[in-house]
Nanobody, 127 residues
């Protein structure tokens, strides 16, 4: 089991930036793919970005590609989501999650493949 705590959310104007952090404790963080998801009011949870356990590859939803960057620091057991050029449609609760499988060879975007979730951090973008 791993415990995940997100931080860094807030209220910013469109075009602004935020950096989300997710601190992990418990099982060995560096062995697992990590992902970011988001859920807006009245909508289903959707994939945002994910990073391979080694940090060697990343994957992004089309809606955030070129604007968001996921990274990880395995020495600090932390995964980050740098969000630039924010839009009102990015408003949501953002969750980080840890893959249920150790050393998965590919980055997975499917929520069911993640078995540990943080409590979420609210991101609100004003127009």
């Amino acid at each position: 089991q791993v415990q995940l705590v997100e931080s860094g959310g807030g209220l910013v104007q469109a075009g602004g930036s935020l950096r989300l952090s997710c601190a992990a404790s418990g099982r060995t963080f560096s062995n697992y793919v990590m992902g970011w998801f988001r859920q807006a009011p009245g909508k289903e949870r959707e994939f945002v970005a994910a990073i391979h356990w080694s940090g060697s590859s990343t994957y992004y939803a089309d809606s955030v590609k070129g604007r968001f960057t996921i990274s990880r620091d395995n020495a600090k057991n932390t995964v980050y989501l740098q969000m630039n050029s924010l839009k009102p449609e990015d408003t949501a609760v953002y969750y980080c999650a840890a893959d249920r499988v150790k050393y998965r060879s590919i980055v997975t975007t499917t929520p069911i493949n993640y078995d540990n979730w943080g409590q979420g951090t609210q991101v609100t973008i004003s127009s």
